[in-house]
């Protein structure tokens, strides 16, 4: 997504932009992140949505994202800690794998671990922390075969010597 953004906000400046917009052309600037049809999809009813419902404006509250279409909590933290600097735990695919197998959490519900989460780091830290982790789970700490011999906090985790014996 990360190479695809500048892209698609150069071409499109407004939601106005992007509600009007052909969905084949959106499409053919995201098709590299799968499932392009229904993103698409989403980012024009979205925004469509934020046109007519909020002028346009994005809007700063978790309850309110929520609401447009294709938008989840995951998608809500990331805007409102990226884009407005409010403290949000993304809670993505690594964020699930790595929080439960550094034993952050028992729970596989996003919303549980996000609320896990919440309770063990500071808040200040909580947009970051999902940076971090994302990262981490992408590099090192992969769904098969992680790399525990590479990884550089091997010596917390609760995990590791489960996965090196398999």
Same mark, same amino acid.
């Given at each position: 997504?990360?190479?695809?953004?500048?892209?698609?906000?150069?071409?499109?400046?407004?939601?106005?932009?992007?509600?009007?917009?052909?969905?084949?052309?959106?499409?053919?600037?995201?098709?590299?992140?799968?499932?392009?049809?229904?993103?698409? =999809?989403?980012?024009? #009813?979205?925004?469509?949505? &934020?046109? %007519?419902?909020?002028?346009? *404006?994005?809007?700063? @509250? !978790?309850?309110?994202?929520?609401?447009?279409?294709?938008?989840?909590?995951?998608?809500?933290?990331?805007?409102?800690?990226?884009?407005?600097?409010?403290?949000?735990?993304?809670?993505?695919?690594?964020?699930?794998?790595?929080?439960?197998?550094?034993?952050?959490?028992?729970? =596989?519900?996003?919303? #549980?671990?996000?609320?896990? &989460?919440? %309770?063990?780091?500071?808040? *200040?830290?909580?947009? @970051? !922390?999902?940076?971090?982790?994302?990262?981490?789970?992408?590099?090192?700490?992969?769904?098969?075969?992680?790399?525990?011999?590479?990884?550089?906090?091997?010596?917390?985790?609760?995990?590791?010597?489960?996965?090196?014996?398999?």
């Amino acid at each position: 997504m990360n190479k695809v953004t500048p892209v698609l906000f150069k071409r499109f400046k407004t939601a106005k932009d992007f509600a009007n917009a052909d969905q084949t052309e959106i499409e053919s600037i995201i098709r590299s992140t799968g499932f392009f049809k229904n993103k698409t =999809s989403s980012i024009k #009813k979205a925004c469509a949505e &934020l046109v %007519k419902k909020y002028n346009s *404006k994005v809007p700063k @509250k !978790l309850d309110e994202l929520v609401t447009l279409p294709g938008v989840g909590r995951k998608t809500a933290n990331v805007v409102l800690g990226n884009y407005f600097g409010v403290p949000g735990i993304a809670v993505d695919t690594h964020v699930i794998r790595i929080s439960q197998r550094l034993k952050l959490t028992n729970n =596989s519900n996003p919303t #549980k671990i996000e609320m896990d &989460l919440q %309770k063990i780091f500071l808040k *200040k830290d909580w947009v @970051k !922390l999902s940076l971090l982790i994302q990262a981490h789970g992408r590099r090192f700490c992969v769904a098969r075969n992680p790399k525990c011999s590479e990884c550089p906090i091997a010596s917390y985790c609760l995990s590791k010597k489960m996965l090196i014996q398999k």
